[in-house]
């Protein structure tokens, strides 16, 4: 399962097909299956997270729907059989984690918009 990394108003929502490389792979962000996802948090910050389908997965399930408020930790989605999860965060963000770093879904304060 994946879950919203923030609460706020889902601004975007985009299924992209593709191919299924493995998820490591560089080029698996632009050219794998995938969904993105942006929401925009009440102080007008925007965060964008994709889900991206690896050479097993091939089957994203995503639930964000756009001009919908979520609540942060909400599941928005899973990729059957795992994959990877991209997430990008607004310039200036006070980041709480460093490379190498083990997370966990629900728990890990990632950082600080």
Known sequence: MQWNPIAGLTKYVKYHPG???VAWHPKSSTENERTTVVVQ???GKEILFRQIAGAVA???ICYSKENENVKAS???GFIKFG???DL???VG???NVKIGDVVQGKTT???EI
């Open 19 to 21: 191919k299924y490389l």
């Open 93 to 95: 963000t006070k980041l």
């Open 83 to 85: 994959s990877r999860v």
């Open 58 to 60: 091939r089957r994203i």
């Open 41 to 43: 948090h009440k102080n």
């Open 88 to 90: 990008f965060l607004p």
């Open 109 to 111: 304060v990632l950082g």
């Open 74 to 76: 909400s599941e928005f």
